[in-house]
């Protein structure tokens, strides 16, 4: 499968415990952005990392949060201490040019 | 106002139905344009690149005026596996910038 892989796909975690969601991009991609999507919300941007660069974090809570993509291995989007306000869709998208392509996304449920 | 505005519907039809979805949005200096699909708690998928002069993909059209800030699809001879979300995106200034989405349309096609 030649598509954006993301793992785990459901991931349920308790208040206070930290969540580390992996992205690996199309082969020949070598951008990545995450999105969140909260429930009966649209998709909204988070971050945007190239290999060992954050582009632009704009959309990233600045508590709790990071991102890294290194030069080897996936991309990881990681979340400390977690809270319920946390559960969502967590979709990684990759591009080599223009048009993105997601990921099946992770879903984090905070108990 | 909001980045990018949806009528979030939904919209119901029969089988056969032609319907059109219309968007707008705010920043007059986004670059690209996109319509994307999203099934039920799926990733987002992209149908189709927007163009100013216009594009048609089978029984889907896309245009786009940019003095209005206006987006449109057409969709014609609709199936059930039509049945979606539709997502109205657009790009920033320059190539490589977040996806900025709409909350997205609901089409639901009945036999």
């Known amino acids: 499968n030649a598509g954006v892989m993301q793992n785990p796909r459901h991931l349920v975690r308790r208040r206070g415990q930290e969540a580390r969601l992996r992205c690996s991009p199309m082969?020949?991609?070598?951008?990545v952005y995450w999105y969140r999507q909260l429930p009966e919300e649209g998709l909204k941007f988070m971050v945007y990392l190239q290999k060992e660069n954050i582009i632009d974090e704009s959309g990233m809570p600045k508590e709790r949060f990071s991102a890294e993509f290194p030069k080897e291995g996936p991309s990881i989007l990681r979340i400390q201490q977690v809270v319920r306000g946390d559960s969502a869709a967590y979709f990684c998208a990759s591009s080599g040019a223009n048009e993105q392509f997601f990921g099946p996304g992770t879903r984090l449920t905070v108990l | 106002r909001k980045e990018v505005e949806q009528d979030p519907g939904p919209f119901n039809v029969p089988e056969g139905a032609t319907v059109a979805f219309n968007c707008t949005y705010s920043?007059?200096?986004?670059?690209?344009f996109f319509w994307y699909r999203q099934d039920c708690r799926k990733e987002p998928k992209l149908l189709m690149s927007v163009y100013s002069s216009g594009n048609e993909d089978g029984r889907f059209t896309a245009q786009l005026n940019r003095a209005s800030q206006y987006i449109s699809l057409l969709i014609r001879d609709s199936k059930l596996s039509d049945s979606a979300t539709y997502l109205c995106?657009?790009?920033?200034?320059?190539?490589?910038?977040?996806?900025?989405f709409g909350k997205g349309t609901t089409l639901s096609v009945s036999s």
């Open positions: 995106v657009v790009n920033g200034a320059q190539a490589g910038t977040a996806l900025i």
């Open positions: 920043n007059s200096a986004s670059q690209s």
């Open positions: 082969k020949g991609h070598s951008h």
